[in-house]
Each structure stands twice: as structure tokens, then as C-alpha cells.
């Protein structure tokens, strides 16, 4: 069974530091990785995918790096700023079968303060 | 291009009633999923649907919960006899092949009274 872990469960920051955020995962059978952002009360926004056969995936101030071999992802944030703030979720899909479902974390709380 | 729409945004029941919770995938998607967020644990999938087919239900409680995505009209999850643990935020994500991205909509909140 796909577990995920994120650590930390929670981080501060003061504004303008750069951070990363870890992703954990049991089975390194994945298909594919995706990082989330959800705000209080919302859905949930995706901010990268990287494929099983990719090491990374850039996208603005965001760069998430994915190692199969040793189970993990990391989500780096560059430059952080206040609208930041949210809850950033990772999930993985198994390869193998017809089942794509999106296996989750319990996310990690990001506040950043201006 | 209209994101995934979900409705309604908040529902509120009472126990024993029925609850029908709607999903609109994004135009081209014709794979959709639904996923619960129980108060203070993590996204759980329920259900992987394509169109009149139901792929995977493996999430999903064996009573009083369905799904159906029909060839017309917005995937559906229906909770029958609802009770107090059934509160909680269901999404719906949808993508356009199986393994793909998978967009999320707004989600509906659902309280138990």
C-alpha cells in the first residue's frame, strides 16, 4: 500500500526566503508525481507534474525535484512571498493496472509573513 | 476553457436525507475522480469514472454511496441516509486520458446536522 509523507507538518518563514518543502513515498512504482497548492476553504490548484522519467519539472519561483530510487520529491519555493500561504499537498499515481488515482499526503502548512 | 465546476459549493442535510453532489469535468476530460477530505486528515480518492463506465470504486464505502457519470450531463455522487461522519469536502478532478494531469474543481462542502 502507497503511503506518502510530507515533513514538516507545518513552517514559518519570514518573507523573501527561499524553502523546500519534502514528499516521501513508500512504493517507488509511481506513474507520475503532482504537486498541489489548496487554500483555506478551496480546491485544490496544481502547480507541477513530473512524469516517472523526469528528475524535475520549473515552473515561475517553483522547482520540484523527484527521486524515485530513494522515495522522495522535494517542492523548492524561491524568493517567498506572503500570497504563499497555503497548505501545498503532494500525491502520486501507482503505474500498473487501471487505477489513476492520486494517492495523498497530509500536506504541509506554509505561512509566510511579511 | 472552464475549469471543473462542482455544485452545490456548500450543502447542508439532515441525517437520514439524501445528498447529490455534481461534477462538470473540464471540456475534453472524460475521465473524472472523487476524492474526500474528512476534517483534519488527508484527500482520500472514492471513485475513478469515465464515461458510463465506473473504472474503480475501490474508495468507495460499500453502502449508501454511488456514482455515475453519464454519457450526458455531470458525473454524480450520491450519499443515501446521510449521516454525521459523511461531513466533510468532496472533490471532483477530471482529466483528459488516463495518468494525465488531473484538474480539480472548487469542491462541495457537506455538513451533517
Known amino acids: 500500500k502507497q503511503e506518502v509523507t510530507q515533513i514538516p507538518a507545518a513552517l514559518s518563514v519570514p518573507e523573501g526566503e527561499n524553502l523546500v518543502l519534502n514528499c516521501s513515498f513508500t512504493?517507488?512504482?509511481?506513474?507520475?508525481l503532482q504537486w498541489f497548492r489548496q487554500d483555506p476553504g478551496k480546491g485544490l490548484t496544481s502547480l507541477l507534474l513530473?512524469?516517472?522519467?523526469?528528475r524535475e519539472q520549473t515552473s515561475g519561483r517553483l522547482n520540484a525535484s523527484l527521486d524515485k530510487s530513494s522515495g522522495r520529491s522535494t517542492l523548492y519555493i524561491a524568493a517567498s512571498q506572503p500570497g504563499d500561504s497555503a497548505t501545498y499537498l503532494c500525491?502520486?499515481?501507482?503505474?500498473?493496472?487501471?487505477?489513476?488515482?492520486?494517492?495523498f499526503g497530509k500536506g504541509t502548512l506554509l505561512t509566510v509573513n511579511p | 476553457n472552464a475549469g471543473v465546476m462542482q455544485n452545490p459549493r456548500h450543502l447542508v442535510r439532515r441525517r437520514g436525507q439524501e445528498a447529490r453532489l455534481r461534477c462538470s469535468p473540464m471540456?475534453?476530460?472524460?475521465?473524472v475522480y472523487w476524492y474526500r477530505q474528512l476534517p483534519e486528515e488527508g484527500l482520500k480518492f472514492m471513485v475513478y469514472?469515465?464515461?458510463?463506465?465506473?473504472?474503480?470504486e475501490s474508495g468507495m464505502p460499500k453502502e449508501r454511496f454511488s456514482a455515475e457519470f453519464p454519457k450526458e450531463g455531470p458525473s454524480i455522487l450520491r450519499i443515501q441516509q446521510v449521516v454525521r461522519g459523511d461531513s466533510a469536502a468532496y472533490f471532483c478532478?477530471?482529466?483528459?486520458?488516463?495518468?494525465?494531469?488531473?484538474?480539480f474543481g472548487p469542491g462541495t462542502r457537506l455538513t451533517v446536522t
Open positions: 512504493d517507488s512504482a509511481i506513474y507520475n
Open positions: 471540456k475534453g476530460h472524460s475521465h
Open positions: 500525491a502520486v499515481i501507482l503505474t500498473g493496472g487501471s487505477n489513476y488515482k492520486l494517492t
Open positions: 469514472l469515465q464515461k458510463e463506465n465506473i473504472i474503480d
Open positions: 478532478a477530471s482529466s483528459p486520458s488516463p495518468g494525465n494531469e488531473q484538474y
Open positions: 513530473i512524469q516517472s522519467s523526469q
